[in-house]
């Protein structure tokens, strides 16, 4: 028998989700990607209608949801037509946010988590830097405690949200001679002294999302935004948190390869070649029955995953093998939607240039497709840990 994670009260935000998407995403995907940037109104309206905090605790303005539901909302929000909108609300949602709604002091939740929840203050992850990326033990960025004060200096790259975040989940080391234990997150109030937009980066794809790289040169950060109890507990902290982003990350892909094949179908019955919609010729219908099949092992991946982790189990493996496959599984799809239309598939204003370039990006963010296979084979006990 078929079993869902998804309840009826699920199934019934599905839809408020879906609606929203194509009366008020989806129409303007054009003008935020030829602007380069979506418009921070967008966040604000996220947040009116309940969709930033749907699994954080009603006490701090959530929905007080489960996992599935914040991961729902990802997916479907990924139905708009441009990647950069799912990934950078997602930031919001899934990587600027878990840490701190989870480890974090309740004078931190309301002056950081509240806000983001009601979209009035945008939050960025910031961990990556211009020597630094998998490799967190390498970051360079320092913050040193003096009496009320922790001194930042570093810079960070890759920082989505970048330009306009009110706040950064910022990762430092803040004792530089204990590898892993010697790093910390600390809430940056980027109105402070000494943080700056060095530049914003130019990407792929992506592009109604901002990304920056961000200087912070002797800024003053307060001590009681340290997250967590005591310096040194930010690896720790950056893991537990990086498991919910692969997994908003893949619930982000099988939403896009969903929208993504469902308009090629349709293209494929609209299209005529050699006296019959292109849908009817067997090549044709087999790449199509072939990129269908493996989505909905990656949907099945993807749910069975949440279904374990809301269960209590911290599935690293699965969610490790999830974010990789469902990533794998978008680019394939892709791809083969891309060849399906053609010539029209190389035409921007048909939007499948746009699904090709957003895609590439999900085998490298929140851990590339190597890293996973680390882990994979670490947690499998084929290599050494």
């Given amino acids: 028998m078929r079993h869902s994670i998804f309840t009826a009260e699920h199934e019934e935000l599905r839809g408020a989700v879906r609606r929203f998407v194509a009366t008020e995403v989806r129409p303007h995907v054009v003008e935020w990607e030829d602007a380069g940037q979506f418009p921070d109104d967008l966040f604000r309206r996220c947040g009116e209608l309940g969709f930033l905090g749907l699994h954080f605790p009603t006490e701090w303005g959530g ?20 990647g950069a909108i799912p990934m950078a609300i997602s930031v919001q949602t899934h990587m600027a946010t878990p840490a701190l709604a989870e480890f974090g002091t309740d004078d931190q939740r309301e002056r950081w988590l509240r806000p983001a929840i009601a979209g009035t ?85 992506m592009h109604s999302s901002d990304t920056a790289e961000i ?84 949907r099945a991946l993807l749910y069975s995953t949440t279904w374990a982790v809301m269960q209590g189990e911290y599935a690293v493996t699965e969610i490790s093998m999830c974010k990789k496959y469902c990533a794998q599984v978008q680019n394939r799809l892709v791809d083969a939607c891309v060849q399906v239309w053609g010539g029209a598939g190389y035409l921007e204003e048909t939007g499948m240039p746009r699904a090709f370039r957003d ?23 084929i290599t050494e840990s």
Wanted: charged share 25%.
């Fill in 63 to 82: 929905g007080g949801g489960d996992l599935a539901t914040g991961l729902l909302f990802v997916e479907e929000l990924a139905r708009c037509g441009a």
């Fill in 359 to 381: 895609a590439r990006l999900q085998r490298i963010g929140g851990g590339t497709d190597e890293i996973m296979n680390e882990v994979i084979a670490k947690r499998l006990g």
């Fill in 215 to 298: 200087a912070l040169d002797e800024v003053a950060v307060p001590a009681n935004d340290l997250i967590g109890l005591e310096a040194g507990q930010g690896f720790r902290q950056l893991m537990w948190q990086l498991q919910y982003e692969r997994l908003a990350g893949a619930a982000a892909c099988v939403g896009h390869a969903a929208q993504t094949l469902d308009d090629t179908i349709l293209y494929a019955r609209e299209r005529h070649a050699f006296g019959r919609p292109i849908a009817h010729h067997q090549v044709i219908a087999h790449k199509l029955a072939d990129a269908a099949t493996e989505l909905s092992a990656a």
């Fill in 121 to 205: 203050k945008i939050g960025a992850i910031a961990i990556t830097e211009p020597d630094a990326g998998s490799d967190v033990a390498a970051i360079r960025t320092r913050a040193v405690r003096d009496g009320d004060v922790w001194h930042v200096n570093g810079r960070k790259m890759f920082v989505t949200n970048g330009t306009r975040a009110h706040f950064l989940t910022l990762v430092a080391k803040t004792d530089p001679d204990s590898g892993h234990h010697g790093v910390s997150l600390l809430l940056v109030d980027t109105s402070l002294p000494g943080v700056r937009v060095s530049r914003r980066l130019e990407k792929l794809g």
